[in-house]
C-alpha cells in the first residue's frame, strides 16, 4: 500500500504559478508510475502529467509546455510546476501512484487549485 499526501494548492491569478507536492508513505524508486490527474466540477477526471520509475515525463496537451512534473526519490515526493495558469486549470489536482496492476492504483485525497482574478 502507499499513502499519499498532497500539498501546495490555493488561488492564484491567471499567469500565475504554483508547485503541487505529492509526498508518499514509502520510497518511490520503485513504483511503476506516479502522476497526477485532475477533476473539474460536472467534469471527468483526465491525466495531467506522470512520470514513471525510469524518470520518463509525458504530460497532457492542454498542459504541454506550462507544468512540469518531477521527483525527489530521497524525499520520495514528485512535484507537478505549474505556470502560466489558466481560469480552465481551475480542479481538484489528485496524485496517484500506479503499481503495475489494474488493482494496485493509490490516490490522494486531492488539493484545490483555483485560478481567478
Known amino acids: 500500500q502507499v499513502q499519499l499526501v498532497e500539498s501546495g494548492g490555493g488561488l492564484v491569478q491567471p499567469g500565475g504559478s504554483l508547485r503541487l507536492s505529492c509526498t508518499a508513505s514509502r520510497s518511490i524508486a520503485g513504483i511503476t508510475r506516479m502522476g497526477w490527474s485532475r477533476q473539474a466540477p460536472g467534469k471527468q477526471r483526465e491525466l495531467a502529467a506522470y512520470i514513471t520509475t525510469a524518470g520518463t515525463t509525458n504530460s497532457a496537451e492542454s498542459v504541454e509546455g506550462r507544468f512540469t512534473i518531477s521527483r525527489d526519490i530521497v524525499e520520495n515526493t514528485v512535484y507537478l510546476q505549474m505556470n502560466n495558469l489558466k481560469p480552465e486549470d481551475t480542479s481538484v489536482y489528485y496524485c496517484?501512484?500506479?503499481?503495475?496492476?489494474?488493482?494496485?492504483?493509490?490516490w490522494g485525497p486531492g488539493t484545490q487549485v483555483t485560478v481567478s482574478s
Open positions: 496517484y501512484a500506479w503499481l503495475g496492476s489494474i488493482t494496485n492504483i493509490y
